[in-house]
């Protein structure tokens, strides 16, 4: 993790400095065993790797993944306690989604940790709750108004090298007040 965050550091402070300055230093153990229990998850390796590294943003102008909020471990309990509460008080009852092979088909499932959003209630989500095909932590979409669910990459180490491989190629620019976008 830490060679594919050098690379992805290298290509922000040369094009998008403003960003790179939100990404925060890494998590402690503590911080990262406390979002666990709060959860009732157990996080892999490579996202407690990732998030040693770096602990998401620290403020949300401009997003480093698309125009999206790179979530801290604080976030991602925001976040997640948002759609708990949601799914606790039977919102979600009735409701089926769309998904792609390997996605569970729910609205919302409470192992779907939120790890980017984008200020409108949708997130890139690690899965630790695949469906029969899916690969435990998964990256998948989940848009609060659109029962599509994708995967986008098998895991998090992946959705991250193909994120610095394509900084790199140039198919993304930073875009004043919409963060890194892909070049149109």
């Not at 095909?133 to 979409?141: C, D, H, K, L, S």
Request: glycine share 8%; proline share 3%.
């Amino acid at each position: 993790m830490e060679e594919i965050w050098q690379r992805i550091d290298l290509w922000l402070q040369v094009n998008a400095p403003q960003i790179f300055e939100t990404l925060q230093s890494g998590a402690s153990e503590a911080q990262i065993a406390e979002l666990e229990t709060i959860l009732s998850i157990k996080l892999s390796e490579d996202v407690k790797a990732s998030y040693r590294i770096h602990n998401g943003q620290s403020i949300y102008k401009e997003g480093l993944f698309e125009g999206r909020e790179f979530l801290s471990l604080n976030r991602i309990r925001d976040e997640w306690e948002v759609w708990k509460d949601l799914l606790d008080s039977g919102k979600f009852e009735g409701y089926e989604s769309d998904p792609d092979r390997g996605i569970r088909n729910n609205w919302w499932n409470e192992k779907w940790i939120p790890i980017t959003y984008d200020g409108a209630g949708n997130h890139d989500c690690l899965d630790l709750d695949p469906a029969d095909g899916g690969t435990v932590g998964q990256i998948m979409t989940m848009y609060h108004d659109s029962s599509d669910r994708k995967i986008v990459s098998s895991s998090l180490r992946e959705w991250l090298q193909k994120y610095a491989d394509e900084l790199e190629s140039g198919r993304f620019i930073l875009q004043e007040n919409y963060g890194i976008q892909p070049v149109e």
